[in-house]
């Protein structure tokens, strides 16, 4: 079984621009969950999408923002990207979003601003 | 390959020797921890988890530990090999509905020939 998968697994943009990173669950997972790992922090929580809504997010600016499609994968969107945006942005999924599900996570990608 | 932080705590053991990992966790009404292995390069990897209604659990290899009294966590891994060295996290959720889990900063494992 194939597990979370994310792309590009790497991008470059300049500041203002804007970035899209993708996702897609293991198959039967509906939770889908977007990380930010910058250098020398540990996962800040971004958002979390069930079932085709976004039920939760962290401390982030509005332009962090996402959707998750009809079929469970999931898009991530920067908007008017800043320095500190550089990071390594992992997606994970779990079977279902209430409770205690464990999270599988993806390769992730790693997104440079410059 | 990728480094997840340049000043995380190390932990080097050598091969062979038993490793204990440490996390102090934030909120005494998370009912539920995870302890993660991330390799260079390669996003966390679930290795065991363990609900508040329990004190141990084991897994091949590894251990985790809860004390609750303390809000702290460990991981102990057996006979550890080279294919250990890596990054290790806990993480606690606070938040069931939310799934707002919290991660900690992490210690790098050394594992010494």
């Known amino acids: 079984e194939a597990g979370v998968t994310q792309s590009p697994t790497h991008l470059i943009k300049t500041r203002g621009q804007q970035a899209t990173l993708r996702c897609s669950p293991i198959?039967?997972?509906?939770?889908v969950y977007w990380y930010q790992q910058a250098l020398g922090l540990g996962l800040q929580f971004l958002l979390w999408?069930?079932?085709?809504?976004?039920?939760n997010r962290g401390n982030f600016p509005p332009r962090f923002s996402g959707r998750q499609f009809p079929n469970y994968s999931s898009e991530l969107n920067v908007n008017a990207l800043e320095l500190e945006d550089s990071a390594l942005y992992l997606c994970?999924?779990?079977?279902?979003?209430?409770?205690?599900?464990?999270?599988?996570f993806g390769p992730g990608t790693r997104l440079l601003v410059l | 390959g990728e480094s997840v932080g340049l000043h995380l705590p190390t932990l080097s053991v050598q091969e062979g020797d038993n490793s204990i990992i440490n996390c102090a966790y934030s909120?005494?009404?998370?009912?539920?921890f995870i302890w993660y292995k991330q390799e260079s390069g390669k996003g966390p990897q679930f290795i065991i988890d363990?609900?508040?209604?329990?004190d141990k659990r084991q897994g091949q290899r590894v251990t985790v530990l809860l004390n609750k009294t303390v809000k702290h966590l460990s991981l102990q891994i057996a006979a550890t090999q080279p294919g250990d060295s890596a990054v290790y996290f806990c993480?606690?959720?606070?938040?069931?509905?939310?799934?707002?889990?919290?991660f900690g900063p992490g210690t790098r494992l050394s594992v010494l020939p």
């Open positions: 994970a999924s779990s079977p279902r979003g209430a409770g205690e599900e464990t999270q599988y």
């Open positions: 909120n005494s009404a998370s009912d539920y």
């Open positions: 993480a606690e959720n606070w938040d069931n509905y939310g799934q707002n889990f919290v």
């Open positions: 999408y069930d079932e085709g809504e976004e039920r």
């Open positions: 198959s039967g997972h509906t939770s």
């Open positions: 363990i609900r508040s209604n329990m």
